[in-house]
């Protein structure tokens, strides 16, 4: 569906600007649609024995995200937004109610099937960046392409990595990167596989306000070139660069600015 | 995920605790080389017992002092006095044992000969003329023991051709010279001269070590009389005509012997009737218990090795949980996260494998060069232990693999 762009064309272009419409075209449906979202912590695993002990995370959450929006998830913490984070990656699943990611039916899957729709459908950027150590720029935005056995990795992991402007750092280890540039291959990394959904933890939270605010500018423009991104913060200047707020507080959304859409 | 790139993420992993790979490839290292080197000395040990049998010579039975022992053939006659010259000359008698062709007594211990200057400690074997006849072999200077000289005792050698020439330089010099024996020890050590009246044909070593052509030859009686002292021998051998007649010539041998030493139907015989394959076949037993053995000690060093790797694999997967948890997030599945530990483990056991191969060849080699015993490396054993150290690090490296795999993404990215 989407052509893997050549390496030597997209050096010099903005972020973003390589697959613009496609992701909107392509599937008229939301690319989250849950319905009743339940979640409970039992501190037991899971047996529910001790209900008294039992943590309620979320609480009924009924969240639609359309093509193409840019939501920042906010609240305090233990308001339930790093759980709900966790579903909308498909990293966890509910204890109830529907989940429908870009179509598909997540609920009831096991955990090679969560991995293959997590693979497909998200692009995750994490706080702590997550890059594995003692393996290059390129290898890690490679890596999630791995997974799928896909051909022409090295080509494609080139593109996203100057699509995020680090083509000239590919050869470089974590360690030789600045923490501004260690974001940027973790976005790449989550771009290299054009996924529906891009998910972001707390991308700022490592970051000084400068640095910050240029990976800010980069989602941004990602969204500005159509992509569906959500970035969950506890940060009201993270938050405000987002187009539709999801606020939640104990387990339920307190306030939607995009609901009434 | 492909194999090979499966591999290039082992390969990452292992070279970034160098220290850690090195010393658990040790241990599998030291599993392995236990086992090659321990196999192939017993292997080898086993051959040259086995050669020494085979050069006794074709359709030979051999008749020892002492009862067999708990269903093994005794390889061995050891200390019992039970057979004499008496017995000889019973199985020699015309018509005794129809299917056989020569009959020598042998009467052996190891003496200090002494020609000259030089002096030697070799073995000495009081026998008949028979002797040339079971064992083809014949003087190729000179003669050998006669019949006058068994009846007279007479003060004669026939010396092998090693020892002909460690005394005397050449064979042919020996001819007609003295030599003086040495046997006994303490206050009743005595010396005996003997002429050399011939020397042996040349038969070479056996394995590389056990060479036969050190010896001194004498007339049986002379040995008796003059050197050891003591009538009884140290073993009978008869050769049979043909291999068909092995059975029956043996059946013979045991009924005079049996009706000579008194041992009625069901006693237990004090003597033992064997065969060439006899002996062979309890050899091959014995050697076989021992290669088993000695590889069980190697197979039990591997095994310490293995718990080395799982035990490493543990720590490993403990350290790496976020890892595996971005890797999970990324789209890893279990089956992708299980393939990275195994190979991480097997790369572990299969290169220690190889290692251990060169390291066991070595000390192989080693013990080859200053023991007696001519270590063997058969190509099977190596096999074999390469791929049970392949398998030592799919068996133990399969569980901390499956923690691995079974590690949920939120749990694994959470972890510090």
């Excluded at chain 2, 009846?151 to 020996?174: I, Q, R, Y």
């Excluded at chain 2, 080395?308 to 720590?315: A, D, F, S, T, Y």
Aim: aromatic share 4%.
């Amino acid at each position: 569906m989407i052509p893997a762009p050549s390496p030597g064309a997209v050096t010099d272009r903005g972020v973003g600007e390589t697959n613009a419409e496609p992701i909107v075209a392509m599937n008229a449906e939301p690319i989250v649609a849950m319905r009743g979202i339940e979640k409970i912590y039992r501190p037991d695993g899971g047996g529910g024995a001790d209900e008294a002990t039992a943590v309620h995370a979320l609480r009924g959450i009924d969240l639609r995200i359309e093509p193409g929006e840019f939501v920042a998830i906010v609240g305090a913490s233990g308001s339930g937004k790093s759980t709900l984070m966790n579903l909308i990656g498909c990293l966890d699943i509910a204890d109830s109610g529907t989940y429908r990611l870009a179509g598909t039916d997540v609920s009831g899957l096991d955990d090679d099937a969560l991995a293959r729709i997590r693979n497909r459908f998200v692009g995750f950027v994490f706080q702590q960046w997550n890059l594995l150590p003692r393996t290059s720029a390129l290898g890690n935005v490679a890596l999630p392409l791995a997974y799928r056995g896909d051909r022409g990795r090295r080509e494609r992991a080139l593109a996203a990595l100057a699509s995020v402007g680090l083509a000239e750092r590919a050869g470089h280890r974590p360690n030789q990167l600045s923490g501004g540039e260690q974001q940027r291959v973790a976005i790449a990394r989550a771009l290299v596989t054009e996924p529906a959904l891009l998910l972001a933890d707390e991308p700022t939270g490592n970051l000084d306000t400068a640095t910050g605010a240029e990976i800010l500018g980069i989602f941004g423009r990602l969204h500005a070139a159509g992509r569906t991104v959500v970035l969950v913060s506890h940060d009201p200047t993270v938050a405000a660069r987002a187009s539709r707020l999801v606020q939640l507080r104990d387990g339920r959304i307190e306030e939607d600015s995009g609901a009434a859409r | 995920m492909p194999l090979a790139e499966t591999l290039g993420t082992a390969l990452t992993a292992l070279v970034a605790n160098k220290l850690r790979a090195a010393l658990t490839i040790l241990g599998v290292m030291i599993g392995v080389a236990a086992v090659i080197a321990m196999v192939a000395l017993g292997q080898g040990a086993a051959d040259v017992v086995q050669a020494t049998l085979q050069g006794l010579g074709t359709n030979v039975i051999f008749v020892t002092p002492g009862g067999r022992v708990a269903g093994f053939a005794q390889a061995a006659g050891g200390a019992a006095t039970s057979l004499t010259l008496g017995d000889v000359r019973a199985l020699e008698a015309p018509g005794a044992v129809p299917g056989a062709v020569a009959i020598e007594p042998e009467q052996s211990a190891f003496v200090a000969v002494v020609a000259g200057s030089e002096n030697l400690s070799v073995r000495l074997v009081g026998t008949t003329p028979g002797y040339s006849a079971v064992r083809d072999w014949r003087a190729s200077v000179g003669s050998f023991i006669s019949d006058g000289d068994v009846t007279a005792a007479a003060p004669v050698a026939v010396l092998g051709a090693t020892t002909a020439v460690d005394l005397f330089g050449d064979a042919d010099a020996a001819i007609g010279r003295t030599i003086s024996l040495r046997a006994g020890a303490g206050a009743s050590v005595l010396t005996v001269r003997l002429r050399v009246i011939g020397v042996l044909e040349p038969k070479g070593s056996i394995a590389g070590f056990f060479n036969r052509d050190e010896l001194v030859l004498v007339p049986v009686t002379t040995s008796q009389k003059r050197i050891l002292g003591r009538d009884s021998v140290s073993a009978i051998a008869i050769s049979a005509e043909s291999a068909e007649a092995m059975p029956q010539a043996q059946l013979d041998v045991s009924t005079i012997l049996a009706a000579r030493h008194r041992i009625g139907p069901g006693e237990k015989a004090d003597f033992t009737v064997q065969t060439q394959q006899d002996l062979l076949a309890a050899a091959t037993l014995t050697g076989d218990i021992f290669t088993i053995l000695l590889g069980a000690i190697g197979g039990i060093s591997l095994l310490v090795g293995g718990i080395g790797i799982m035990n490493i694999m543990l720590v490993s997967v403990t350290e790496r949980t976020r890892e595996i948890g971005l890797r999970k997030a990324l789209g890893a599945r279990r089956r992708d996260i299980l393939g990275q530990f195994l190979v991480e483990a097997v790369v572990l056991t299969t290169v220690g494998g190889l290692a251990g191969t060169a390291l066991g060849v070595l000390i192989a080699v080693a013990v080859s060069a200053v023991s007696p015993i001519a270590a063997v490396v058969s190509p099977f054993a190596v096999g074999v232990a390469l791929l049970i150290s392949m398998a030592v690090g799919l068996i133990f490296g399969l569980y901390p693999a499956r923690r691995a795999a079974a590690l949920q993404p939120i749990v694994a990215l959470r972890a510090e």
